[in-house]
């Protein structure tokens, strides 16, 4: 989907080239585009870095300027797929509010659409890169006495758009990338439009920092004589903590508007002849010697579904740097799925991993499919020649083939560190797959640490693409008392799991208890059972609960030198902070983990009401996009509206969105081996287009055979065209020899 999102894009620039921008305007000729020469050594893929907007353009017959006709030859003939023209940006402001380690990001702008006819129109794309797990919240569109906004519904409510839906209405492009199609334009009108997302604060060495895109390329300027534009950044910070926290870095001149005990105020607002250029970057740090830590509580709004008190406790590891000695087995899968880059990138990932590992510290990796191999039947130091004779193994027996099975592994895993003593033990399972056993090997692996207790392996789960079924690994590393991250692009891999192994071998405090809670009435905490708390990034606790919290509460835990250690910290009142906002999100992943897993109906009413409360997407909820012809905001969550029966008549559902979910996991392509898959791309879809080919190539012979079988290998692999052999092969598998008869016309 990114190639074929880039080729449409470098097919809008070159009908772009048909705009006449009048004698009036000081217009130098348009510099060549990086990508645009098919010959070049490196081709940009396009992809957008900031908000942007396109122009869908299916009859290129239509591009030309609204205001000034350019009398261009007439183009025949249609853009297939449809060419992407990105609209020129008149004003951009965005407004970022930092609560904790969530950021709220809000972007207003206006586009206009300069390159279609006044008296013809078309569909405009709104394209949306977000940062670290960013999540989608919301979008208001005004245009030409229209106000569109989306709006999150029960799947119940939806089931009549799903069938009457077609095309592409929005969803993912790729992982952190949001998509919205906007229908019908008339050219030369102008679009504002309103995006709201939220996304993680990462946290290094102490150090929060923020990172969204909002570089622009040259080509979204209006040409002519260029006058300065108002371009706005607000920042606001709110630590939670009672202590000063200090800016470190931004990426623009951030003017300090206001200052107090752990909260900052910032503006950036400058006359600019051209966009941003940058990603808008920004860290601040929080420094201490010892851990540290505190308690904030809060009630809940007066419409929250929810009427128990919320409250998070945050402990942050300070400048604490040593950690317990690590006993550590690698679950790498090899299935003939991972082939190719992701395989290589999770061995390159591994690799690094060990050479992090101090001599004391010991491992063993574990290779599987339907089979396991490992590396050694029992635990290896990490000194530097086992390292090496560690990487030769994983090069010469990690090839990919075969099936899936992560039972095997990991009953295999953890009887390997059965007898491990004054260390913590851990377990890292690397997958791209979907297994039928899954809520059974979550069972057994329950059964197992129940039985061992405190001394139970952590296990760290990292999915890859999106066929394997992340709520199970989520599920998994939550019973483990591990952590869970994945990919879902092949180029992150190795950075994302470099991570994963960072912060979840790098414990400084394990088998973690605060005293406070057995005193509650009723409490709901998430993640449970308490993981370690790392070095490497700040513990986070928060949930509902009933009864009162002393003055003081006592988090009690094992150091690295096997001391016990005790943390006194302050409770008090969070102010300026919407907690249930903040933790929205991972409470509805937890709660989506444990419906999948218990198979519970009334765990997924509950998600259903946290995600419309909130605003917030949910595998059981969808986004449609709302038109109101009263121009009056239609963008609203649950607490200001009962259910979508209380929407205005005058408000039209448009477009239901797809693929906002990541889904649960997909067996049947597993079971396949299809190539681990990334972005939204059905395998089902694919296979319904490849049986309806076959079905015509045995029915109508000759006559539509050769179309179908090419539309149908186009979406199987989008470079089948590459060579006539490839072609004629996908058709001879299919049983279609007369058709290549017929292409090839008996000459080759």
């Not at 995006?195 to 993680?200: I, T, Y």
């Not at 005293?515 to 509650?520: A, G, I, T, V």
Request: hydrophobic letters at 35%; aromatic letters at 8%.
């Amino acid at each position: 989907m990114e190639d074929e999102f880039t080729n449409s894009v470098e097919s809008g620039l070159k009908l772009a080239k048909r705009i006449y921008n009048g004698k009036d305007r000081f217009v130098s000729p348009p510099r060549p585009v990086v990508g645009m020469d098919k010959d070049a050594a490196s081709r940009t893929t396009y992809l957008p870095t900031a908000p942007m907007v396109y122009a869908v353009i299916g009859d290129p017959a239509i591009v030309d300027n609204p205001d000034v006709p350019s009398y261009q030859p007439h183009v025949h003939g249609r853009c297939d797929p449809p060419a992407l023209i990105p609209l020129q940006m008149n004003e951009i402001a965005m407004e970022v509010e930092c609560d904790l380690d969530t950021a709220f990001v809000s972007v207003r702008g206006s586009w206009r659409v300069h390159c279609v006819m006044g008296s013809k129109s078309c569909d405009c794309r709104l394209m949306v890169p977000m940062g670290e797990q960013g999540s989608i919240l919301g979008v208001e569109i005004e245009v030409a006495r229209r106000l569109c906004s989306t709006q999150l519904m029960q799947m119940e409510e939806t089931q009549d758009m799903e069938k009457a839906t077609k095309g592409e209405n929005g969803g993912f492009l790729k992982p952190q990338m949001f998509s919205l199609t906007v229908p019908k334009v008339d050219g030369g009108s102008n679009l504002s439009i309103k995006v709201s997302w939220l996304q993680q604060l990462l946290y290094t060495n102490g150090q929060f920092s923020l990172n969204v895109p909002f570089d622009f390329p040259e080509y979204i300027t209006p040409p002519g004589k260029r006058f300065p534009t108002k371009e706005k950044i607000q920042l606001n910070v709110n630590s939670g903590l009672a202590m000063e926290v200090t800016c470190d870095t931004a990426s623009h001149p951030l003017k300090e508007k206001r200052r107090q005990m752990g909260k900052m105020g910032f503006l950036y607002e400058a006359d600019v002849l051209k966009w941003s250029t940058t990603d808008f970057r920004f860290s601040y740090t929080v420094s201490a010697n010892d851990i540290f830590g505190c308690l904030l509580l809060q009630s809940p709004s007066v419409h929250d579904f929810d009427q128990r008190e919320i409250f998070c406790m945050y402990l942050f590891p300070g400048q604490i740097k040593q950690v317990f000695r690590k006993e550590v087995v690698f679950l790498v899968d090899i299935s003939g799925s991972m082939q190719g880059k992701p395989l290589e990138n999770a061995r390159n990932a591994i690799a690094t991993a060990l050479s992090k590992l101090s001599p004391k510290d010991s491992f063993s990796i574990i290779a599987f499919n339907e089979e396991t191999s490992a590396f050694s039947s029992s635990m290896e130091f990490a000194t530097e020649e086992v390292i090496e004779r560690a990487t030769q193994w994983m090069s010469e027996r990690c090839v990919a083939g075969g099936g899936t099975n992560i039972l095997a592994p990991l009953n295999e895993a953890m009887e390997i560190l059965a007898n491990a003593c004054n260390s913590t033990t851990h377990i890292f399972l690397v997958t791209d797959g979907s297994v039928e056993d899954e809520r059974n090997i979550c069972n057994v692996v329950r059964t197992h640490m129940k039985n061992i207790g405190s001394t139970c392996p952590r296990i760290s789960t990292f999915g890859i693409g999106s066929y394997c079924n992340h709520y199970f690994l989520r599920m998994l590393a939550l019973i483990g008392r591990g952590y869970y991250d994945a990919a879902y692009d092949a180029d992150s891999i190795e950075t994302r799991l470099q991570r994963l192994f960072t912060i979840a071998s790098s414990s400084i405090l394990a088998n973690i208890t605060v005293e406070s809670f057995d005193d509650l009435d009723d409490f709901e905490v998430y993640p449970f059972p308490l993981p370690d708390l790392s070095s490497e990034c700040p513990l986070i606790l928060s949930g509902r609960y009933r009864g009162n919290f002393p003055d003081t509460v006592k988090v009690k835990g094992i150091l690295a030198d096997m001391r016990g250690t005790a943390i006194d910290m302050k409770v008090q009142k969070a102010k300026d902070i919407s907690l249930d906002k903040v933790f929205v999100r991972r409470w509805i992943d937890v709660l989506t983990s444990q419906a999948w897993f218990s198979e519970s109906k009334q765990l997924e009413e509950k998600i259903v009401k946290m995600s419309l409360q909130a605003g917030v997407t949910s595998e059981y909820t969808h986004m449609v996009l709302l038109q109101n012809d009263n121009q009056k905001p239609v963008f609203e969550t649950e607490a200001k509206r009962k259910s979508s029966e209380n929407i205005q008549s005058n408000v039209r559902r448009i477009a239901l969105l797809r693929g906002l979910g990541i889904g649960f996991g997909n067996v049947t392509a597993t079971m396949e081996n299809a190539p681990v898959g990334f972005g939204n791309e059905n395998l089902a879809e694919t296979n319904e287009v490849y049986v309806k080919a076959k079905r015509c190539c045995s029915k109508l012979g000759y006559c539509c055979c050769c179309p179908c079988c090419i539309s149908a290998c186009s979406r199987i692999n989008d470079q089948c065209m590459v060579a006539l052999a490839q072609l004629c092969a996908a058709l001879s598998c299919l049983g279609c020899a007369g058709c290549i008869d017929l292409c090839c016309n008996d000459s080759d």
